[in-house]
């Protein structure tokens, strides 16, 4: 091994070394490096010559910087070498002539090294001959690194591709591949490679350096990237505040605004679904109103309407008694026997043969609607029928003509048989001139009770009770004259 000291350290070399041709098979696989200290195991290798036999006059170019030159050459025990190689264990060199020639300042080339080496050669070192570069700066290739990186791309060679994510679309710096003027809204890193995951207030960018946002969390946002949704229930600025709960169907309020964006439930209104009914209205959107009936005039519930108190006699909610109901949640049954039935108190009017406030007091020396009439004075002990004013039994002998039963009469064995016969023709006359009237009367009667009847069904409310008067029954009277015939023998 032959060590060469420079004295300076040199930058690029041209290394020529002369020998005898009869030392050519020991020179033959020799060595050299370019070292800074002079240690061959810390140096750079410049050339190895092989297999072939090295020319006698031999040159070479390293592109290394460093004092020393090292020529090195060994003969390996158990190796095999070509024949061309001088094969003794310890080769011995003898070295004619060692010429280095080599530029000691950096940047220059040329035999009298006084030619700039191009700008964006990398290291800022090139061939001491001709100037090509060993390598190119970022941002720049060719031989002699005068072609500019195409945009988007950067680095070494020009071998990197930009993000594409520079503000404004600008392409990013050729040398470095960041953006100088800043990411595009959304996109942070030294790259501009990654996407924000947050909301930042006032839809700002995230910070570039590592992607938080300065300006705090937009509403419905937390985390420290504001990646992170309130959680239901809660929405605004740092999620602070607390929904009302009573969005439709239990939905979670908006977490930016907090209000409900599916309307309210029954009971509630305004955008956040925070106030109740207004005293009178409820349910969905507030749009029913209360019922007038409510006890006490009071207000019903916000949600379903009903009656805080409970409803007035005669109501359920806005609805009226169905018939023949009345009272305290319509629970009271009218009587039968009333004709129109008052849905609060169950006050009637009664069919004929009742009276009293429900009907249920029949009729006493009365008959018809509610009583009105009295019966017949000369009816036996004044009684008739509660309901037609007939009398129940036979007229008294001295029974007046408007008795409207006829006590029959007693038979005489004196009369002639023609009397009886005429007489029995006439009285049965009698009765039956009454008997029609009596049924043309009820007739007529039971026609407008029928009537009324009828329009109570019609009603879907019965707040006033129907009363038609039925005309007291009248009876023609029959002038009745003492029996003119005489008895008459035949013989």
């Known amino acids: 091994m032959k060590i060469i000291d420079l004295a300076i350290s040199l930058l690029g070399f041209i290394v020529a070394l002369a020998y005898e041709s009869r030392q050519r098979g020991r020179f033959a696989g020799f060595s050299l490096y370019i070292s800074n200290t002079g240690d061959r195991t810390s140096s750079s290798l410049c050339y190895k010559d092989g297999p072939e036999s090295p020319p006698l006059n ?38 004619c002539e060692v010429t280095v020639i080599g530029c ?7 035999m009298k090294c006084n030619i700039p080496c191009p700008n964006n ?30 945009d988007n ?153 009903t009656c805080t108190d409970g409803c007035q006699n005669g109501y359920i909610g806005n609805i009226s008694c169905e018939y023949g109901r009345y009272g305290k949640n319509c629970l009271q049954t009218c009587s039968s026997n009333c004709k129109t039935c008052k849905h609060t108190d169950g006050a009637c009017s009664c ?11 029949a009729c006493n020396n009365t008959y018809g609607e509610n009583c009105q009439y009295s019966c017949d004075p000369f009816c036996v002990n004044q009684t008739c029928d509660q309901f037609d004013g007939s009398c129940q039994r036979a007229c008294p002998d001295d029974s007046s003509k408007s008795c409207n039963v006829v006590k029959p009469e007693k038979s005489d064995q004196g009369s002639s048989v023609l009397p009886v016969t005429l007489g029995g023709v006439f009285s049965a006359c009698v009765i039956l001139v009454i008997a029609i009237s009596v049924f043309l009367i009820r007739r007529h009667y039971t026609k407008l009770h029928s009537l009324a009847i009828n329009s109570c069904w019609k009603s879907p409310i019965y707040e006033t009770s129907t009363h038609i008067d039925v005309p007291e029954p009248t009876y023609q009277e029959l002038d009745l004259k003492e029996n003119l015939y005489q008895n008459t023998t035949f013989s």
């Open 351 to 361: 069919h004929a043969g009742w009276s009293g406030p429900n009907c249920r007091i």
């Open 104 to 110: 000691s300042n950096p940047g220059v080339y040329g």
């Open 121 to 150: 050669c990398r290291y800022k070192t090139c061939h001491i001959k001709n100037g090509t570069c060993f390598g190119c700066v970022a941002g720049y290739l060719g031989t002699f690194c005068n072609t500019e990186c195409q």
């Open 58 to 95: 031999f040159s070479t170019e390293c592109t290394l910087s460093g004092r020393y030159v090292i020529f090195y050459n060994e003969r390996l025990v158990g190796v095999t070498y070509p024949a061309e190689y001088e094969a003794e264990t310890n080769v011995l060199t003898e070295l």
């Open 153 to 305: 791309w950067y680095g070494f060679d020009c071998k990197q591709h930009c993000s594409g994510h520079c503000r404004d679309n600008d392409p990013c710096n050729k040398v470095t591949g960041q953006c100088d003027k800043g990411c595009a809204h959304g996109w942070y890193g030294q790259h501009c490679e990654h996407r924000c995951v947050g909301h930042c207030n006032n839809n700002a960018s995230c910070t570039q350096a590592n992607g938080t946002c300065d300006v705090g969390c937009a509403a419905g946002w937390v985390g420290s990237f504001c990646e992170k949704e309130c959680s239901d229930g809660a929405y605004g600025y740092g999620c602070v505040n607390n929904c009302s709960g009573h969005c439709m169907d239990d939905s979670p309020c908006n977490k930016q605004i907090g209000h409900c964006d599916k309307g309210c439930k029954p009971g509630y209104t305004n955008a956040f679904c925070s106030k109740k009914c207004s005293s009178g209205t409820y349910g969905k959107n507030c749009t029913k109103k209360c019922s007038e009936y409510c006890l006490h005039n009071e207000s019903c519930n916000h949600i379903d309407g």
